[in-house]
């Protein structure tokens, strides 16, 4: 499948440090792509090149067979046929809801473009707010106008910067299916920079991790939270153990449990575990301490510690008062790396 | 006469045109747009005077008035400077501190009347006073009467000019201290209460020191201005440099002479500017709070005497010259022709010059956006520039335009286009305080969403920059309006022969000793500029820091 959108090894600089460092990222239509990676991580500003709204010191940036950023070479950003959903949301003051989701339909006759705008805003279920201004709406209310008003030009990529971290956690859960519907029914090649983990692995079709300027990982959510490139990338998908190793023959053995390291030399090695490695075992499984127990409703938190190596697990069920539990290690929720 | 500065913005002016605008990440798309490049050229419009001014200096002279006179001038200049400095700030400062803490009659009313002496030039305070007050009026007539000695009662001296020009120019004082009061921390003076003050206590200990950098900015305006004044110290007989300025062309004709005291006033000015400045940085640190200030109600007494205090100040700088300026106008016929023809050149000038300086003003808002705004600071230079010194910096190119002129009609349009041009690099930065504030309610990222949504950077700025700043463009449009109206000593340098404006007319009056006659276009004048005077004190005073839509 062609890409729609295509960063090729672009860079940014800024005072001479890169905050986009030779990053590479494609977009397919009727894809939902998450950038996921901390603050100050450069996924914004990846964002931003992807726009047209920064410039690419080096790499380039291409739509098909066009392109629209390389060094020297600049598309605008209005000549882009790509949509942006804004962190502030962006909505003009001076302008009611309505004709903020018809501010780019300029070139429609009038009342084509109405029709537009008022379907556009269906699409979010908020059509009743259309007279409204944009100071009278929530923030819920203001994000889903912003992501009309960016859908309504019919783009064929739409760019989402951290769409959902303004929003309160009672709310999110429902604003972000509904804008997920919203952009899949669209049909738009979306990519959704943020920095909650969550946020990504449950909106993302394909998942790319950035750290420091540079893309650490593309792949299916499932994959690239299964299977880290490293213990860095291992952690910004979530909670994550680095336990030391010792490979002997194939195996690598921590102080929870062995787990197959198949191809690795003898030596030293360093085990990325999950909560969800460190599985209830009976006899068979090792013996460790439990250091800490939070209750956090649906499941247990349990701090474990062995051979002076702390772990963190997620149980349904201990022994109350249990001063010891018996695990084992589940690979599956298991890497191997190099000891660091 | 200048007028009506940056103090009259939406009120948490914020570093209105003299530093960056906040707005995060700068515009990276920066090629040289024709926006940028207007940018320049009007940043470059206003300083060229000031460098002709310059080069003018250091000519070699011809005669001119000794450097004893010289140093008297300079003298009685500093000492009226420091007098104003002083009496403007107390007047101002207590006005607002009444108006903004406490409750007492009439507290609503003089929020915003306090303010209308702005529509009042200082040339018409002092020819009212000055007439009230003069040996055979009616005041000395009465203490004579009634056996006292009216003599200690002058207004032409020194100690008179310092009390008209504090009347004429607290407004400023005020309403930058009005400002300030207003976006001061209620928590911290909640926390002070706590921490054991009393009110009087509160005041002195946080809210005086919070204010201070604001109050030292609305001096240094109030010292502008009457660094600037040219009207009411020639006519109360006070010799100051801008005065020296004036006759050194006009009685001496010798400009060089002219530009060297300019020079030195330019050196004042930009002194009262940097003060400005700091000033204003300071305000930053005032938080906003959503909570309103709680007003502390004065009882009757005390009320009483604030009602009275705001009624006097108000009659002082305003409604008795006026009202005496009305009773002298009634004693002679007008001449109506050559009034009506002054108040159209007037209104005329005013019209052309807000749209030459809004125009500059635009490019410079819109073109510098979001960036480092050196082309607002160049313009700030020329709205501290006394009207007397962006004249003789235009004189040149203007002599220059008088001998050249075939038609006598083409020498006269272009003398009006360098008076126009002259009131354009004078008031720019005034017209920039209020666009800049405006525009602060466009994030950059609504600037980047109409441009990911297919507009182009200047149909951005039609689109969302201009309709969201409208407001603020009026505001400007109205100040400029009002300043060009008042406008004396440039006028009178440049203006081409026979060329009456309403500041004109009056002062030609009562240089004459006409003061009858002088009193209709001065009060035509106070009529023509009260009503936007009004509009932007009221919209000032329904405003409140902190408190605006998102």
Same mark, same amino acid.
């Given at each position: 499948?062609?890409?729609?959108?295509?960063?090729?090894?672009?860079?940014?600089?800024?005072?001479?440090?890169?905050?986009?460092?030779?990053?590479?990222?494609?977009?397919?239509?009727?894809?939902?792509?998450?950038?996921?990676?901390?603050?100050?991580?450069?996924?914004?500003?990846?964002?931003? !090149?992807?726009?047209?709204?920064?410039?690419?010191?080096?790499?380039?940036?291409?739509?098909?067979?066009?392109?629209?950023?390389?060094?020297?070479?600049?598309?605008?950003?209005?000549?882009?046929?790509?949509?942006?959903?804004?962190?502030?949301?962006? $909505?003009?003051?001076?302008?009611?809801? $309505?004709?903020?989701?018809?501010?780019?339909?300029?070139?429609?006759?009038?009342?084509?473009?109405?029709?537009?705008?008022?379907?556009?805003?269906?699409?979010?279920?908020?059509?009743?707010?259309?007279?409204?201004?944009?100071?009278?709406?929530?923030?819920?209310?203001?994000?889903?106008? #912003?992501?009309?008003?960016?859908?309504?030009?019919?783009?064929?990529?739409?760019?989402?910067?951290?769409?959902?971290?303004?929003?309160?956690?009672?709310?999110?859960?429902? !604003?972000?299916?509904?804008?997920?519907?919203?952009?899949?029914?669209? /049909?738009?090649? #979306?990519?959704?920079?943020?920095?909650?983990?969550?946020?990504?692995?449950?909106?993302?079709?394909?998942?790319?991790?950035?750290?420091? /300027?540079? !893309? $650490?990982?593309?792949?299916?959510?499932?994959?690239?939270?299964?299977?880290?490139?490293?213990?860095?990338?291992?952690?910004?998908?979530?909670?994550?153990?680095?336990?030391?190793?010792?490979?002997?023959?194939?195996?690598?053995?921590?102080?929870?449990?062995?787990?197959?390291?198949?191809?690795?030399?003898?030596?030293?090695?360093?085990?990325?575990?999950?909560?969800?490695?460190?599985?209830?075992?009976?006899?068979?499984?090792?013996?460790?301490?439990?250091?800490?127990?939070?209750?956090?409703?649906?499941?247990?938190?349990?701090?474990?510690?062995?051979?002076?190596?702390?772990?963190?697990?997620?149980?349904?069920?201990?022994?109350?008062?249990?001063?010891?539990?018996?695990?084992?290690?589940?690979?599956?929720?298991? #890497?191997?790396?190099?000891?660091? | 006469m200048r007028?009506?500065p940056?103090?009259?913005?939406?009120?948490?002016?914020?570093?209105?045109?003299?530093?960056?605008?906040?707005?995060?990440?700068?515009?990276?798309?920066?090629?040289?747009?024709?926006?940028?490049?207007?940018?320049?050229?009007?940043?470059?419009?206003?300083?060229?005077?000031?460098?002709?001014? +310059?080069?003018?200096?250091?000519?070699?002279?011809?005669?001119?008035?000794?450097?004893?006179?010289?140093?008297?001038y300079a003298?009685d200049t500093a000492l009226l400077a420091a007098g104003v400095a002083?009496?403007a700030?107390?007047?101002?400062?207590?006005?607002?501190?009444?108006?903004?803490?406490?409750?007492?009659?009439?507290?609503?009313?003089?929020?915003?009347?306090?303010?209308?002496?702005?529509?009042?030039?200082a040339?018409?305070?002092?020819?009212?006073?000055?007439?009230?007050?003069?040996?055979?009026?009616?005041?000395?007539?009465?203490?004579?009467?009634?056996?006292?000695?009216?003599?200690?009662?002058?207004?032409?001296?020194?100690?008179?000019a310092?009390?008209?020009l504090?009347?004429?120019f607290?407004?400023y004082?005020?309403?930058?201290?009005?400002?300030?009061?207003?976006?001061?921390?209620?928590?911290?003076?909640?926390?002070?209460?706590?921490?054991?003050?009393?009110?009087?206590?509160?005041?002195?200990?946080?809210?005086?020191?919070?204010?201070?950098?604001?109050?030292?900015?609305?001096a240094a305006l109030a010292v502008m201005e009457t660094l600037a004044d040219y009207?009411a110290v020639?006519?109360?007989?006070v010799?100051t440099l801008t005065t020296g300025v004036?006759?050194?062309?006009?009685?001496?004709?010798?400009?060089?002479?002219?530009?060297?005291l300019s020079l030195a006033l330019l050196g004042a000015a930009a002194l009262m500017l940097?003060l400005e400045?700091?000033?204003?940085?300071?305000?930053?640190?005032?938080?906003?709070?959503?909570?309103?200030?709680?007003?502390?109600?004065?009882?009757?007494?005390?009320?009483?005497?604030?009602?009275?205090?705001?009624?006097?100040?108000?009659?002082?700088?305003?409604?008795?010259?006026?009202?005496?300026?009305?009773?002298?106008?009634?004693?002679?016929?007008?001449?109506?022709?050559?009034?009506?023809?002054?108040?159209?050149?007037?209104?005329?000038?005013?019209?052309?010059?807000?749209?030459?300086?809004?125009?500059?003003?635009?490019?410079?808002?819109?073109?510098?956006?979001?960036?480092?705004?050196?082309?607002?600071?160049?313009?700030?230079?020329?709205y501290a520039t006394p009207g007397a010194v962006m004249?003789?910096?235009?004189?040149?190119?203007?002599?220059?335009?008088?001998?050249?002129?075939?038609?006598?009609?083409?020498?006269?349009?272009?003398?009006?286009?360098?008076?126009?041009?002259?009131?354009?690099?004078r008031?720019?930065?005034?017209?920039?305080?209020?666009?800049?504030?405006?525009?602060?309610?466009?994030?950059?990222?609504?600037?980047?969403?109409?441009?990911?949504?297919?507009? +182009?950077?200047?149909?951005?700025?039609?689109?969302?920059?201009?309709?969201?700043?409208?407001?603020?463009?009026?505001?400007?449009?109205?100040?400029?309006?009002?300043?060009?109206?008042?406008?004396?000593p440039?006028?009178?340098?440049?203006?081409?022969?026979?060329?009456?404006?309403?500041?004109?007319?009056?002062?030609?009056?009562?240089?004459?000793?006409?003061?009858?006659?002088?009193?209709?276009?001065?009060?035509?004048?106070?009529?023509?500029?009260?009503?936007?005077?009004?509009?932007?004190?009221?919209?000032?005073?329904?405003?409140?820091?902190?408190?605006?839509?998102?």
């Amino acid at each position: 499948m062609t890409p729609v959108l295509e960063a090729r090894a672009v860079s940014r600089l800024f005072a001479g440090r890169p905050a986009v460092d030779r990053a590479s990222l494609q977009l397919h239509p009727g894809e939902i792509t998450a950038l996921l990676g901390p603050s100050g991580s450069g996924k914004s500003t990846l964002l931003r !090149i992807l726009a047209g709204l920064e410039p690419a010191d080096a790499g380039e940036v291409r739509a098909g067979g066009r392109r629209l950023s390389a060094p020297g070479l600049h598309v605008a950003p209005e000549q882009r046929d790509i949509g942006m959903v804004f962190q502030d949301y962006a $909505l003009f003051p001076h302008l009611s809801v $309505l004709d903020n989701v018809a501010f780019g339909l300029r070139r429609l006759p009038r009342p084509e473009r109405e029709l537009r705008a008022r379907g556009e805003l269906n699409r979010v279920r908020l059509l009743d707010r259309a007279a409204s201004f944009p100071n009278t709406l929530s923030g819920g209310e203001q994000q889903r106008v #912003a992501l009309a008003r960016a859908l309504a030009r019919d783009p064929a990529v739409i760019l989402l910067d951290e769409p959902f971290s303004g929003l309160d956690q009672g709310l999110r859960t429902e !604003i972000r299916d509904m804008a997920l519907d919203a952009l899949r029914s669209a /049909g738009a090649a #979306a990519l959704i920079v943020t920095h909650d983990a969550e946020d990504a692995l449950l909106t993302a079709d394909r998942l790319a991790l950035m750290e420091s /300027g540079r !893309i $650490l990982q593309t792949g299916v959510p499932e994959e690239v939270y299964a299977r880290p490139v490293s213990l860095a990338a291992a952690r910004l998908t979530g909670d994550a153990d680095a336990l030391p190793a010792q490979v002997r023959a194939g195996w690598a053995c921590t102080a929870y449990g062995e787990i197959a390291a198949p191809g690795r030399p003898d030596g030293p090695a360093l085990v990325m575990a999950r909560p969800e490695a460190f599985r209830p075992a009976e006899d068979d499984g090792r013996e460790v301490a439990v250091a800490e127990r939070r209750f956090a409703g649906g499941a247990l938190r349990l701090t474990l510690m062995s051979g002076g190596v702390p772990a963190h697990a997620r149980w349904r069920f201990t022994q109350p008062g249990a001063q010891t539990v018996r695990v084992r290690l589940d690979s599956r929720f298991c #890497a191997v790396f190099d000891p660091v | 006469m200048r007028a009506t500065p940056m103090a009259l913005t939406e009120v948490p002016a914020p570093e209105a045109a003299f530093a960056r605008r906040p707005r995060g990440a700068p515009w990276t798309l920066a090629a040289p747009s024709p926006l940028r490049l207007a940018a320049l050229l009007a940043a470059a419009l206003v300083v060229l005077p000031l460098i002709a001014v +310059t080069f003018l200096a250091f000519q070699p002279a011809e005669a001119g008035p000794s450097p004893a006179i010289l140093a008297r001038y300079a003298q009685d200049t500093a000492l009226l400077a420091a007098g104003v400095a002083l009496g403007a700030t107390g007047l101002g400062a207590v006005a607002a501190w009444l108006v903004v803490m406490h409750r007492f009659p009439g507290r609503g009313l003089f929020e915003w009347a306090l303010a209308l002496p702005l529509a009042a030039p200082a040339y018409v305070l002092a020819y009212g006073w000055a007439d009230l007050l003069d040996v055979a009026g009616p005041v000395h007539t009465a203490l004579r009467t009634a056996g006292l000695d009216p003599n200690w009662l002058q207004v032409r001296t020194l100690p008179g000019a310092v009390l008209l020009l504090s009347f004429a120019f607290y407004p400023y004082v005020y309403l930058t201290a009005r400002a300030a009061f207003l976006s001061q921390p209620v928590c911290s003076l909640d926390a002070a209460r706590t921490l054991g003050c009393s009110p009087r206590q509160v005041f002195f200990r946080v809210a005086l020191p919070l204010a201070r950098p604001a109050l030292a900015a609305g001096a240094a305006l109030a010292v502008m201005e009457t660094l600037a004044d040219y009207g009411a110290v020639t006519y109360l007989g006070v010799q100051t440099l801008t005065t020296g300025v004036v006759r050194a062309f006009t009685s001496y004709g010798s400009p060089e002479v002219a530009a060297r005291l300019s020079l030195a006033l330019l050196g004042a000015a930009a002194l009262m500017l940097w003060l400005e400045r700091s000033g204003r940085s300071g305000q930053t640190y005032a938080a906003r709070s959503g909570r309103p200030l709680g007003r502390t109600d004065l009882g009757p007494v005390a009320g009483a005497v604030a009602a009275a205090f705001c009624t006097a100040l108000l009659l002082a700088a305003l409604l008795i010259p006026a009202i005496w300026l009305a009773i002298r106008a009634g004693q002679a016929a007008p001449d109506l022709p050559r009034l009506a023809r002054a108040g159209a050149t007037s209104l005329g000038m005013a019209a052309a010059g807000t749209a030459v300086t809004l125009g500059l003003a635009v490019a410079i808002a819109f073109g510098a956006r979001g960036r480092t705004a050196w082309p607002a600071r160049v313009a700030s230079l020329g709205y501290a520039t006394p009207g007397a010194v962006m004249a003789i910096g235009l004189l040149a190119p203007a002599a220059l335009i008088w001998r050249t002129a075939g038609a006598p009609a083409a020498g006269v349009i272009a003398g009006l286009v360098l008076l126009l041009y002259a009131y354009a690099a004078r008031l720019t930065a005034a017209a920039l305080g209020p666009i800049d504030a405006g525009l602060t309610r466009v994030t950059p990222s609504m600037d980047r969403a109409a441009r990911t949504l297919g507009e +182009t950077e200047a149909g951005a700025l039609r689109r969302v920059h201009a309709p969201v700043a409208r407001g603020a463009l009026w505001t400007a449009a109205l100040l400029v309006f009002v300043d060009v109206l008042k406008e004396l000593p440039a006028t009178l340098i440049l203006r081409p022969f026979n060329f009456d404006t309403l500041a004109v007319a009056a002062s030609n009056y009562a240089s004459d000793e006409r003061l009858a006659q002088a009193a209709w276009p001065a009060l035509l004048l106070v009529a023509l500029a009260v009503g936007p005077v009004l509009f932007l004190s009221r919209r000032i005073a329904r405003s409140r820091p902190g408190g605006r839509r998102p």
